[in-house]
């Protein structure tokens, strides 16, 4: 089993950012797929949600109205676009697949929102 997500990196306040997490090993359009984010100090927080199907998503307040979680189960994968970024988004983001008992956890890509 694999997540592998990219796209992160150093950004200006106001830029876009689009994450991506590749899955094998597991039946991805099973599992509904979730983005997190952990800030240094900071506990990891729920930032995203998407059902298994996509026909459903959920948002954190904090990143409502300029984060949009997706996915294409043809290419197994996940994405987060990240608009309007502000310099409190800026965290290691992890890409988390569950189903029932069955939860797998990515490596994390690194989002930096800096001058």
């Known amino acids: 089993v694999q997540l592998v997500e990219s796209g992160g990196g150093l950004v200006q306040p106001g830029g876009s950012l689009r994450l991506s997490c590749a899955a094998s090993?597991?039946?991805?359009?099973?599992?509904?797929m979730n983005w997190y984010r952990q800030a240094p100090g900071k506990e990891r927080e729920l930032v995203a949600t998407i059902s298994s199907t996509g026909g459903s998503t959920r948002y954190d307040d904090s990143v409502k109205g300029r984060f949009t979680i997706s996915r294409d189960n043809a290419k197994n994968t996940v994405y987060l676009q990240m608009n309007s970024l502000k310099p409190e988004d800026t965290a290691v983001y992890y890409c988390y697949a569950k189903n029932g008992p069955y939860a797998y956890w990515g490596q994390g890509t690194q989002v930096t929102v800096s001058s």
């Open positions: 090993g597991f039946t991805f359009s099973n599992y509904v």
